[in-house]
């Protein structure tokens, strides 16, 4: 025999149960039996979900490192344009330096007319002691003007072209340049050499040489002007049975680091050729 | 190795010696970036323009130095010459023969200058020449042989490959 039970008793019996089962979960009856089947459940969404992170930190690190690598690369191309801006700017500290040096040079000295040139190369020669400057007849220069440093002469003009000229510095072994010693004011002849080493010759034997002594030009011969400086004495070499004395000289000027010159040109040698005397004349 | 390419070439390396190599002494020797390089042309056996080569190298650096004119020409020719010789007769151990004939080279190009010089100046002290510029100029010269020598065998055998 089958029992129909009306719908509505249906739905009161199926509210108890449900309010009853409230009951018990709320007074804590079924907190083991949810242990048992949450526990599991927990453990799994755990592992699903460090999973799904490891692949999100795995996804999202790639862009991530993407993007740092990309600033980086930006970072080093920046760093390298501002080092070479540096080692620019460092450069033109030097060039200026050197041009306040020179101007100042040329400030102390008025009555000459001076221009500036570049040094932009050296005789392919080790045997010859010859710069090459950016100056040339375009500019002004002509043969025989006598070139200086701030601190004092460095050479002479050899030759010139439209845009260059070469410059036959003091040290140069076939360069002589006659010259003053101070404070005795005796005269010699500075010489120099192929090893850069520059010397006084003919000293007159009662000549007070001492080292230390200042060497000027002394203008003599019409190639130079008068009272530049050039160096100092270091040694003095003397023997009595010698017609002269000799001395080695250290130059004002570096040689060595010859980057920005001056050349004097309101200076026009002069030439004696015609007053010296020659073996036609009684 | 066409001689047209000789002139911007040189004109190069002459400028490249008066303003860098010139500037970078050893003692008061110097290397002579020319004079490495033209060797380097000769020893290669492909090349037929050698001789020119080396007059065109001799003039542009002539024309540089203060030296007399036609010094460095004179020199680079006879070099040339030695190169030649050598290179018909020893055809192994290139780089043997490019040490060879640039110490040659610097040996007579340094004895013309001093030559030159003893004519202008009076008397040298050869010995403190020799030390402090020969020398120090033939282990520079040395030294830039074998870079310049791979580089000119290198560009020769890509500019004429061996059949």
Not at chain 1, 121 to 142: A, C, E, V, W
Not at chain 2, 95 to 110: A, D, N, P, R
């Amino acid at each position: 025999m089958n029992i129909r039970f009306p719908k509505s008793f249906r739905i009161v019996a199926l509210s108890l149960v449900a309010i009853g089962i409230l009951a018990l979960a709320l007074s804590g009856v079924f907190t083991s039996l949810s242990r048992l089947v949450v526990s599991p459940l927990t453990s799994l969404q755990t592992w699903v979900s460090q999973q799904y992170q490891g692949v999100e930190i795995f996804v999202s690190a790639s862009q991530d490192i993407r993007e740092i690598r990309q600033q980086y690369t930006e970072l080093e191309a920046e760093n390298a344009r501002m080092q070479a801006q540096i080692v620019e700017l460092q450069q033109q500290l030097v060039e200026y330096e050197i041009l306040s040096a020179l101007l100042e040079f040329a400030r102390a000295n008025p009555e000459h007319k001076y221009i500036g040139a570049s040094v932009i190369g050296r005789d392919p020669s080790p045997f010859l002691n010859y710069i090459i400057i950016n100056r040339g007849s375009d500019d002004g220069l002509k043969r025989g003007m006598p070139v200086v440093t701030q601190n004092g002469l460095a050479g002479r003009v050899v030759q010139v072209t439209a845009a260059g000229a070469r410059v036959s510095l003091i040290t140069d072994p076939v360069t002589r340049i006659n010259v003053r010693i101070e404070p005795s004011r005796s005269a010699a002849v500075l010489a120099g050499s192929i090893t850069g080493d520059i010397t006084l010759e003919q000293i007159p034997q009662e000549a007070d040489v001492n080292p230390g002594n200042l060497i000027l030009t002394s203008g003599l011969g019409g190639n130079y002007p008068a009272n530049i400086i050039i160096g100092q004495v270091t040694s003095v070499k003397s023997r009595e049975n010698d017609l002269f004395q000799s001395a080695s000289v250290q130059s004002v000027t570096d040689f060595d680091d010859l980057n920005i010159v001056l050349v004097i040109i309101n200076f026009n040698p002069i030439d004696i050729s015609p007053l010296l005397p020659n073996a036609e004349t009684p | 190795m066409s001689v047209i390419l000789s002139i911007p070439v040189l004109s190069f390396i002459t400028v490249l010696q008066s303003a860098v190599v010139s500037r970078l002494p050893l003692n008061r020797g110097t290397a002579d970036l020319m004079l490495v390089v033209i060797v380097a042309i000769t020893l290669q056996k492909s090349v037929k323009t050698a001789w020119q080569w080396s007059i065109v190298g001799g003039l542009l650096t002539d024309f540089f130095s203060g030296l007399p004119f036609g010094l460095f020409t004179t020199s680079y020719l006879i070099t040339t010459g030695i190169a030649f010789l050598l290179r018909e007769r020893i055809w192994r151990f290139s780089f043997l023969m490019q040490l060879l004939v640039v110490l040659s080279g610097t040996i007579i190009i340094h004895g013309l200058s001093m030559l030159v010089l003893i004519l202008q100046v009076g008397s040298l002290q050869l010995i403190t020449v020799l030390q402090a510029v020969t020398l120090p100029s033939i282990i520079l010269n040395f030294m830039l042989s074998l870079p310049v020598f791979i580089i000119i065998q290198d560009i020769i055998q890509q500019l004429n490959p061996p059949e």
